[in-house]
């Protein structure tokens, strides 16, 4: 289990903000992994009367978390509601959903991909729960690529037999205060007139912090002389951080094109460290990967705008891999707010 002790308690994550008019909503959110759209969405005025992942350690983060929460460890794809008491009357069924690939998209007929199985179920428990309100979360080029044309006109097909008009858009987590340029492409859907409520977030008007800036305390909690000079160079909004495959691997920050972007801020994108650097660290980004620091997982928390006190379970590699894929909770809180705005408007 991780606490990300060197970060600063700069956000926080407080169970009972109110919504709209002091009104909650109830929800349920599948793949629900480390819980940065839960998170994000709790923070909206959304309580979840269920969360489901398919795997151990996320399940076990959201119970670290959130003990009240009814978390269930099972796959969404043999999920039957019928089993589970006290799902009617949902207001919204979220989902930050594995991302489906162009490959998938690309070659429908086959429906083998298990990440767009992932995305047909979402849409069909829909059907069984009848929720006032849909949000799924995936990769920007599903809302608005023309490979995808294909799978979004699957889902308007029965959307459109269930009664729910919808809007698809993209956004990148860096216009709501997220250290990170990293886009998402979302699709809202809501029953009938309420989508005429419905209007897509804004960017902040604030610029959000700077790498150097978000990590600028972490990097000095142990006395590393070098963290300001460090902050100084890593004057931009962090590369999108990327999550890898569960199947395989060990923590990195991504593929050769990501790395290269780390690099040219003096971190070392081939690992995920144990700790921050310590006095004695030697920073001389010339010398290649051996004159670079790498980040810890509370660091990559911290560029995913998750509070310094949410705790992530599991060994390192596993952590990484929660935070990491993980939807930046203040980009989810943005959708929420804009979801509770239309489901508050009847």
């Excluded at 009972?16 to 969405?41: E, K, P, Y």
């Excluded at 081939?270 to 700790?275: F, I, K, L, Q």
Aim: charged share 20%; glycine share 10%; hydrophobic share 40%.
């Amino acid at each position: 289990m991780s606490i990300f002790p060197e970060l600063l308690p700069e956000t926080t994550s407080g169970h009972s903000t109110a919504a709209l008019g002091g009104q909650r909503f109830r929800s349920i959110d599948v793949c629900a992994g480390a819980g940065g759209l839960a998170l994000g969405l709790e923070q909206a005025g959304f309580d979840p009367a269920l969360l489901i992942d398919i795997r151990e350690q996320p399940c076990e983060t959201l119970r670290l978390n959130r003990p009240s929460w009814n978390v269930r460890c099972l796959d969404l794809l043999d999920f039957d509601p019928r089993d589970h008491h006290g799902l009617e009357d949902i207001d919204l069924l979220s989902a930050g959903l594995p991302r489906v690939q162009a490959s998938a998209a690309s070659n429908r007929s086959r429906g083998s991909s298990h990440e767009l199985e992932l995305l047909m179920a979402t849409v069909k428990l829909a059907q069984s729960l009848r929720p006032r309100a849909l949000l799924i979360d995936n990769v920007a080029e599903l809302a608005v690529a023309g490979a995808y044309g294909g799978i979004r006109e699957q889902i308007h097909d029965k959307l459109a037999q269930l009664g729910y008009r919808y809007k698809w858009f993209v956004l990148n987590a860096v216009d709501f205060q997220v250290p990170q340029d990293r886009k998402h492409g979302f699709l809202v859907a809501l029953q009938g007139d309420l989508i005429d409520g419905f209007q897509v977030p804004s960017p902040s008007r604030q610029s959000p912090p700077t790498t150097g800036e978000a990590l600028l305390a972490s990097m000095a909690s142990r006395g590393w002389a070098h963290a300001a000079e460090w902050a100084r160079l890593a004057d931009k909004v962090a590369p999108t951080v990327v999550g890898g495959s569960w199947e395989r691997g060990g923590a990195d920050l991504g593929p050769t094109g990501s790395k290269r972007a780390w690099a040219r801020i003096g971190v070392d994108g081939g690992t995920v460290a144990d700790e921050v650097p310590g006095p004695d660290f030697s920073w001389d980004p010339s010398l290649g990967r051996s004159g670079m620091m790498a980040l810890t997982t509370a660091q990559v928390a911290r560029l995913q705008g998750f509070p310094a006190e949410w705790l992530v379970a599991g060994r390192k590699t596993a952590r990484y891999r929660q935070v990491a894929n993980a939807s930046p909770p203040p980009l989810a809180q943005a959708v929420g707010e804009a979801i509770v705005t239309a489901l508050a408007s009847t």
